[in-house]
């Protein structure tokens, strides 16, 4: 049984650095890609980036780009989320998600998620 578990969430000011944990287990995750997702109040649920587990390749919303960094430590079976110069438009509850196989950018396509850390931006 594959479990999720975000941490890392908060309050910050706009401008701001966090960084999110989101510690796996159940299973190896070897060939998994390892994703992090965003849902902003009265807003859809979307993509910010993923990683694949035992490789170098991420992928990233535009959105998010230059700002984000997805990393993973395979020692303690965790990825990260560390965001920068956070805005407003930030805020939002963050969840981790895995699917095993090809890169995907859609929700639907992963079928473990964690429960979801909140991070608020003040302005």
């Known amino acids: 049984q594959v479990q999720l578990v975000e941490s890392g969430g908060g309050l910050v000011q706009a401008g701001g650095s966090l960084r999110l944990s989101c510690a796996a287990s159940g299973r190896t995750f070897s060939g998994y890609m390892m994703a992090w997702f965003r849902q902003a109040p009265g807003k859809e649920r979307e993509f910010v980036g993923t990683?694949?587990?035992?490789?170098?390749?991420?992928y990233y919303a535009d959105s998010v780009k230059g700002r984000f960094t997805i990393s993973r430590d395979h020692a303690k079976n965790t990825h990260y989320l560390q965001m920068t110069r956070l805005t407003f438009e930030d805020t939002a509850v963050y969840y981790c998600a895995a699917r095993f196989g090809r890169v995907a950018f859609g929700e639907s396509e992963y079928p473990y998620w964690g429960q979801g850390t909140q991070v608020t931006v003040s302005s």
């Open positions: 990683i694949r587990w035992s490789s170098d390749e991420v």
